[in-house]
């Protein structure tokens, strides 16, 4: 297992585009959670599944956004409607269970919206 | 409330020890992690203590915890140039999800 896989590394969009991300966790992990960090500031906690079942959505996650994982595998973060604050490194993390050892971490998808 | 604070930045020269420090305001916090962003990376997980621990080392690491005062402290021996980085401390909220704080910025120097 090669660890947290992220795709796109990088992604320019016009603003008013939609833009969907892809997460494939480590294999055995059942959770998997997206995170937004901006430039200078720590990551902020979007959302996180367990298995397949979306569990918790942060008030940061506007209608606009919306994340699946639909086989309780890899997983997809769409944004609609891009704007320009959503510039920002998406990052995807997997554990087991509540990750008491701690979160792997992807190494992000970094959003430019022009 | 959840909020963890971080100064901001950190110079040392090579073979110094580097101390970073936390503060987080969640009492209920179980675990506390430290993690290490190296620029366009994801963040890599370094240590992490128990909030019924105090003190934690791990080779060049080490964790201090002081739970009365919502402290966290990250003390890195003989630092090099290769520790050169960005550290987050994060607290675990009912074991649901990580809130981080803004990072400190460790810049070693020859």
């Known amino acids: 297992d090669t660890g947290v896989s992220q795709n796109p590394r990088h992604k320019i969009t016009k603003r008013g585009q939609n833009v969907t991300f892809r997460c494939d966790p480590i294999?055995?992990?059942?959770?998997l959670y997206w995170y937004r960090q901006t430039l200078g500031q720590g990551p902020e906690f979007l959302t996180y599944?367990?298995?397949?079942?979306?569990?918790?959505k942060s008030r940061l996650l506007s209608d606009r956004f919306s994340a699946e994982r639909p086989k309780g595998s890899f997983s997809t973060l769409e944004i609609q409607r891009t704007e320009q604050g959503d510039s920002a490194m998406y990052l995807c993390?997997?554990?087991?269970?509540?990750?008491?050892?701690?979160?792997?971490f992807g190494s992000g998808t970094r959003l430019t919206v022009v | 409330g959840e909020d963890v604070e971080q100064s901001l930045f950190l110079s040392v020269r090579e073979g110094d020890s580097s101390v970073i420090n936390c503060t987080y305001t969640?009492?209920?916090?179980?675990?506390l992690y430290w993690y290490k962003q190296e620029p366009g990376a994801g963040l890599q997980l370094l240590t992490y203590?128990?909030?019924?621990?105090d003190m934690k080392q791990d080779q060049r690491l080490t964790v201090l915890l002081n739970k009365k005062d919502k402290h966290l402290s990250l003390r890195i021996a003989d630092t090099q140039t290769g520790d050169s980085a960005i550290y987050f401390c994060?607290?675990?909220?009912?074991?649901?999800?990580?809130?981080f704080g803004t990072g400190t910025r460790l810049q070693v120097f020859p």
């Open positions: 993390a997997s554990s087991l269970d509540q990750g008491i050892h701690g979160y792997t």
């Open positions: 294999s055995e992990h059942n959770r």
């Open positions: 599944f367990q298995n397949e079942a979306q569990l918790e």
């Open positions: 969640d009492s209920s916090s179980t675990y």
């Open positions: 203590i128990f909030s019924n621990m």
């Open positions: 994060a607290e675990s909220i009912s074991s649901d999800k990580l809130i």
